[in-house]
């Protein structure tokens, strides 16, 4: 909701509470005037003093209500911020593996790198249930032919799938 709208309607409010205090003030009145008229006699009643500071502290509070309501009609309206977004889509386009020139060891190691993205060389032996050197052989084929990357880590190697 806007502030102009709600300072309106906190006016409106702060009207009706004016309203509400003068119309609680005149009940108390009439109701002191009964009662010390018949005990104190007239004007020197002590309740005349807190009607009438119930009166201002009531007054004060409405007065602050006002003026707050008053800032927020005057006051400017806030920019709205427009943000754009935008959904940007970067089309991944699949590699398309030509693994008709490959043989079948080099494609069951193929296939099991594809299935895991990357793997330990050590891993590929005892998967495959080949040598070691045997499949270094092979890694250093796929490698050669852009299939997978071969990393060093440690004593070990990671084998990639190239993207």
């Known amino acids: 909701m806007?502030?102009?709208h709600v300072g309106?309607?906190?006016l409106g409010v702060s009207v009706l509470i004016v309203i509400i205090v003068f119309m609680f003030q005149n009940a108390l009145t009439s109701f002191v005037n009964s009662s010390c008229t018949l005990?104190?006699?007239g004007d020197s009643c002590p309740m005349?003093?807190?009607i009438n500071q119930q009166t201002y502290l009531a007054l004060g509070i409405v007065g602050i209500l006002i003026l707050v309501s008053l800032v927020m009609i005057s006051s400017k309206p806030q920019e709205r911020v427009i943000i754009k977004t935008r959904?940007?889509?970067k089309k991944i386009q699949k590699k398309f593996l030509d693994t008709s020139t490959l043989k079948p060891e080099e494609?069951?190691?193929?296939?099991?790198?594809?299935e895991n993205k990357t793997i330990f060389q050590g891993d590929l032996i005892e998967k495959t249930q080949l040598g070691k050197a045997k499949i270094t052989?092979?890694?250093d084929r796929l490698e050669g032919k852009g299939f997978v990357e071969r990393k060093r880590r440690g004593m070990t190697n990671i084998v990639v799938l190239k993207e």
């Open 8 to 10: 309106y309607i906190l």
């Open 48 to 50: 005349y003093d807190t």
């Open 107 to 114: 494609k069951q190691v193929l296939k099991i790198i594809q």
């Open 2 to 4: 806007e502030n102009k």
């Open 137 to 139: 052989r092979i890694i």
């Open 87 to 89: 959904t940007v889509e």
């Open 39 to 41: 005990a104190h006699g």
